[in-house]
């Protein structure tokens, strides 16, 4: 069995001191900057959805509110509240994604 793992695999398994390393690069694969603006495009849309369910879950909780229904006030506020946390997470995503990163990269 052994005959059949190719000599390069034993060698990194032996551990001779060459390792696998990787550098992320955006430009390595053609097509690159095309996935970067869909990157971009989706992160955008992503923020306008959250602040249009910002401004509906305010509409509706001052609407319910007003006309006493604590039911729909507590969903307004629910949404109003949830709208505001995806827009934090998707604020942070690209900074807590390089943390992650850089935190693997100095990981041995």
């Keep these: 069995m052994v ?3 190719p000599g390069a695999v034993l060698a990194l398994a032996a551990g001779n001191g060459q ?3 990787a550098t ?4 390595g694969l053609p097509g ?3 996935l970067q603006q869909l990157v971009n495009g989706a992160e955008a849309w992503s923020l306008a959805v959250a602040l249009l369910g910002a401004f509906i ?5 001052a609407l319910a509110s ?6 729909y006030a507590a969903r307004g506020r629910m949404a109003a509240v949830i709208s ?6 998707i604020g ?14 100095s990981a041995k």
């Design 19 to 21: 390792g696998v390393t």
């Design 57 to 61: 879950g305010a509409a509706l909780w």
């Design 32 to 34: 690159s900057n095309v």
């Design 24 to 27: 992320p690069d955006l430009t």
């Design 92 to 105: 942070s995503g690209p900074a807590l994604v390089n943390f992650f990163q850089h935190l693997g990269a």
């Design 84 to 89: 505001g946390a995806s827009a934090l997470v």
């Design 3 to 5: 005959d059949l793992v």
């Design 66 to 71: 007003h006309a006493h229904n604590p039911h």
